[in-house]
């Protein structure tokens, strides 16, 4: 049976892909190319060593992302595919500086 952690980039011992290294400190830019917030951090699942959830900081808090969301990571910022400013200013917040538990990870996932 695999063991999955969820754990954040900056306490992550492995590789992930080159793209996402430098992603934190970027806008999180929203379907029209707007900012949303910044992306505060990355949650890496140890095994397979994949990116999960993208935390972005707004005007309204915290609050995580589905990596599946996102359509491109490079000089200029994530960019989230078909998610409006709204929607992730009503997205689930979180802020708190521990790792997600399974019950806010899956309500940020499915949302």
Do not use: Q
Not at 28 to 39: F, M, P, Q, S
Not at 69 to 98: F, H, I, M, Q
């Amino acid at each position: 049976m695999l063991v999955r952690n969820l754990v954040r980039l900056d306490d992550f011992e492995g590789e992930v892909r080159e793209h996402w290294k430098d992603a934190g400190g970027h806008p999180a830019l929203d379907k029209n190319g707007d900012e949303v917030g910044t992306v505060e951090g990355l949650y890496v699942w140890e095994e397979p060593s994949t990116v999960h959830l993208i935390e972005a900081n707004g005007e309204d808090g915290s609050c995580p992302i589905s990596v599946h969301a996102a359509t491109n990571v490079d000089d200029y910022g994530v960019k989230l595919l078909e998610t409006a400013r709204s929607k992730v200013r009503d997205s689930p917040a979180y802020d708190s500086d521990d790792v997600l538990n399974d019950e806010s990870r899956r309500a940020a996932f499915d949302y």
